[in-house]
């Protein structure tokens, strides 16, 4: 069965600290793999996309990481800040011919404190 | 939100009644979806459109309608036959179904008691 999964399910950090999000996923074939952003009452906004060849992106603060290997993935959030308290979702695309699925994880709440 | 509306932001309704949720783009993308959020469950694709006049059932479709009459609107109708209408819907489009980024809107949280 496809599933995504995340850890930890809710995270509090103190502004400044760095933190990272794990993100792992079952779903075979695999196409490539997104994190999103999503404020309290907002839609989602994407904060990068990997595919099967990358390793490593970055988007300013945040950094996304894949091991297609073992499928894992990772976002790591350098000096947070408050602005960045949000859920975090993982969602990795299936890659099945003609017929790409999503499938969502459930996210990592995260509350950044003064 | 990107170029993507839903209105409106809070809906109230009635137990046994329809209601539409609007959901307007003009990123001049093909595709269309329109998902539900639950606490504690990730995003549920409802319905999905690849171009005008066309939609798929996605994975929870029951309860639900949809039309896809111009390329820029989307509309979801929720219907008295959904068991457990109250959530929080969102609309997305993306250049074309696939492995295409999907942008979204503000959501709609219909409360229905």
């Known amino acids: 069965k496809n599933q995504v999964e995340q850890s930890p399910q809710s995270l509090i950090i103190l502004e400044g600290k760095n933190c990272t999000l794990q993100c792992n996923y079952t779903v075979s074939p695999f196409s490539n793999l997104r994190w999103y952003k999503q404020d309290t009452g907002r839609g989602p906004v994407s904060l990068t996309i990997?595919?099967?060849s990358e390793n490593t992106k970055s988007n300013g603060r945040y950094t996304a990481t894949l091991d297609a290997d073992t499928k894992q993935s990772s976002l790591h959030i350098t000096a947070s800040q408050l602005s960045d308290s949000a859920s975090y979702i993982c969602?990795?695309?299936?890659?099945?011919?003609?017929?790409?699925?999503?499938?969502w994880g459930l996210g990592t709440s995260l509350a950044v404190n003064p | 939100d990107g170029g993507i509306t839903q209105s409106p932001k809070y809906l109230f309704r009635k137990e046994g009644q329809n209601v539409t949720l609007s959901c307007e783009q003009n990123l001049n993308h093909d595709a269309m979806y329109w998902y539900r959020q639950d606490p504690g469950q990730g995003l549920r694709l409802i319905y999905y459109s690849q171009i005008v006049n066309d939609f798929q059932k996605g994975d929870i479709a029951e309860g639900y309608s949809v039309s896809r009459e111009k390329k820029e609107s989307f509309p979801l109708t929720v219907t008295s036959a959904q068991k457990n209408p109250t959530a929080f819907y969102l609309c997305?489009?993306?250049?074309?179904?696939?492995?295409?980024?999907?942008?979204f809107g503000p959501g709609t949280r219909l409360t229905v008691t």
């Open positions: 990997m595919t099967f």
């Open positions: 969602v990795v695309i299936g890659n099945a011919g003609n017929n790409r699925k999503l499938i």
């Open positions: 997305a489009s993306s250049i074309t179904t696939g492995a295409d980024e999907q942008y």
